[in-house]
């Protein structure tokens, strides 16, 4: 049975680079499903054709795209949004993650890594350019007011998994990384999952995001 390609939405208020972006993407096989312009469109046309990934950039008029995506992702359960910016600032970073984004890419990317990102993103993964995620990270530690102590008790492989997940890795990176089999990090990833009361690797690291862990390698 054939796999059902991977449907996009583009959202940028520039003409000529949305239409490349979507053009490029469906060159590669990617099911191009719309574009918009500004954050209304967005939001009225992601409900339309509900995308299994919306490209957004931030800098969209009125409406910023961070209040699109709130909206997006708020509303539809099963898509999630890839920020496209060109833009590296942690703060808009952060503020794209606290309203529902799944990872954050800067325009700067190439073809092939903006194409990675779109699969990663699809399958459910937290996707940012190099650097960023380690960025967002330190801004909540710093923000944070102290530990919870209701928080719930992870074991240390279980937080040093979930640190990896909060940096953009995949279960397999992570396997690689801590010199584990992968059925042990998907084991490990699941624990943390019931233990958290989440659904999914982008929950996972939107919650060491917002919790300021410290989860920084020894």
């Not at 606290?98 to 993964?125: H, N, P």
């Not at 960023?132 to 279980?158: H, I, Q, W």
């Not at 998994?161 to 042990?184: N, P, W, Y």
Request: proline share 3%; net charge negative.
């Amino acid at each position: 049975m054939t796999e059902q390609p991977i449907s996009v939405m583009v959202v940028d208020d520039h003409p000529i680079w949305r239409d490349g972006v979507a053009r490029d993407l469906a060159e590669r096989g990617f099911d191009v499903r719309a574009t918009a312009g500004d954050a209304a469109a967005a939001v009225r046309i992601a409900r339309a054709v509900r995308p299994d990934v919306v490209l957004m950039d931030l800098n969209l008029g009125e409406e910023s795209g961070v209040e699109a995506t709130r909206k997006i992702t708020g509303e539809l359960a099963n898509t999630r949004v890839l920020v496209l910016s060109a833009s590296g600032e942690h703060n808009d970073v952060l503020e794209a993650v606290k309203a529902g984004a799944s990872g954050y890419l800067v325009k700067s990317a190439s073809a092939d890594e903006l194409v990675s990102a779109v699969r990663r993103t699809s399958a459910g993964d937290a996707v940012f350019t190099a650097g960023l995620a380690g960025l967002v990270l330190g801004e909540y530690r710093r923000m944070a007011s102290g530990p919870e102590d209701d928080a719930p008790k992870l074991t240390e492989r279980e937080t040093e998994v979930l640190r990896l997940v909060a940096k953009g890795l995949t279960a397999r990176q992570i396997a690689d990384r801590l010199v584990l089999s992968h059925r042990t990090v998907e084991n490990h990833v699941q624990s943390t999952l019931r233990k958290l009361q989440l659904h999914n690797r982008v929950e996972l690291a939107r919650y060491a995001i917002e919790h300021g862990l410290d989860t920084e390698p020894e």
